[in-house]
C-alpha cells in the first residue's frame, strides 16, 4: 500500500464523512422547524449539535489530503482549486456569522436538559471504523485462476 493509496482514502473518507454530518444537518433542521412541543425541538437540537465536529473534521481531512493529492498531480495551478478554496471560507462566513448565533440564542430559550445522543455518535464511529478496517480488502488483489 502506497502513501499515495492512503492518503486518497482519507479524502474519500473525509468526503463520506462531509455527506454524513451535512445529511444529518439538513435532516434535524428541516426536522426542527416542525417541532410543535419543546421537547420536540430539545431533542432536534440534540441531533443537530452532532453534525458540526464532524463535518469540521471531515471538512480538514478533505483540504489537506486534497491539497497533497493536488501538489502530486500539479492541480494547484488550475482554476477550480481556488474558487473552491473561496467558496469553502464564504461558506465557513455564513455559517459562523448567521446560522451558529442563531442556533445558540434558540438552545439558551429553551429550557435545559443534559443529555447527549450517544447511539448516533456510536453509529458514526461504527461506520467510521468500518470503512478503516476495509481498507486492507480494497487492496489485495485477486486470486488469479489457473488454466486446465
Same mark, same amino acid.
Given at each position: 500500500?502506497?502513501?499515495? +493509496?492512503?492518503? $486518497?482514502?482519507?479524502?474519500? %473518507? @473525509?468526503? #463520506?464523512? /462531509?455527506?454524513?454530518? !451535512?445529511?444529518?444537518?439538513?435532516?434535524?433542521?428541516?426536522?426542527?422547524?416542525?417541532?410543535?412541543?419543546?421537547?420536540?425541538?430539545?431533542?432536534?437540537?440534540?441531533?443537530?449539535?452532532? +453534525?458540526?465536529? $464532524?463535518?469540521?473534521?471531515? %471538512? @480538514?481531512? #478533505?483540504? /489537506?489530503?486534497?491539497? !497533497?493529492?493536488?501538489?502530486?498531480?500539479?492541480?494547484?495551478?488550475?482554476?477550480?482549486?481556488?474558487?473552491?478554496?473561496?467558496?469553502?471560507?464564504?461558506?465557513?462566513?455564513?455559517?459562523?456569522?448567521?446560522? $451558529?448565533?442563531?442556533?445558540?440564542?434558540?438552545?439558551?430559550? /429553551?429550557?435545559?436538559?443534559?443529555?447527549?445522543?450517544?447511539?448516533?455518535?456510536?453509529?458514526?464511529?461504527?461506520?467510521?471504523?468500518?470503512?478503516?478496517?476495509?481498507?486492507?480488502?480494497?487492496?489485495?488483489?485477486?486470486?488469479?485462476?489457473?488454466?486446465?
Amino acid at each position: 500500500m502506497t502513501i499515495f +493509496s492512503v492518503v $486518497l482514502f482519507l479524502h474519500l %473518507l @473525509g468526503a #463520506v464523512s /462531509l455527506f454524513i454530518a !451535512y445529511g444529518i444537518e439538513w435532516t434535524a433542521s428541516s426536522l426542527f422547524r416542525n417541532a410543535s412541543t419543546t421537547e420536540q425541538a430539545r431533542s432536534w437540537l440534540r441531533v443537530f449539535k452532532v +453534525s458540526p465536529p $464532524l463535518s469540521g473534521v471531515g %471538512l @480538514g481531512v #478533505v483540504l /489537506l489530503s486534497g491539497g !497533497y493529492l493536488a501538489s502530486l498531480s500539479g492541480a494547484m495551478k488550475q482554476g477550480w482549486i481556488p474558487a473552491t478554496l473561496i467558496a469553502i471560507f464564504v461558506a465557513l462566513v455564513v455559517g459562523f456569522a448567521l446560522i $451558529l448565533p442563531r442556533m445558540k440564542r434558540i438552545r439558551a430559550a /429553551l429550557p435545559s436538559e443534559i443529555s447527549l445522543v450517544p447511539s448516533l455518535v456510536a453509529l458514526i464511529i461504527a461506520i467510521v471504523f468500518g470503512l478503516i478496517f476495509s481498507i486492507s480488502t480494497w487492496s489485495r488483489t485477486p486470486a488469479t485462476t489457473s488454466k486446465a
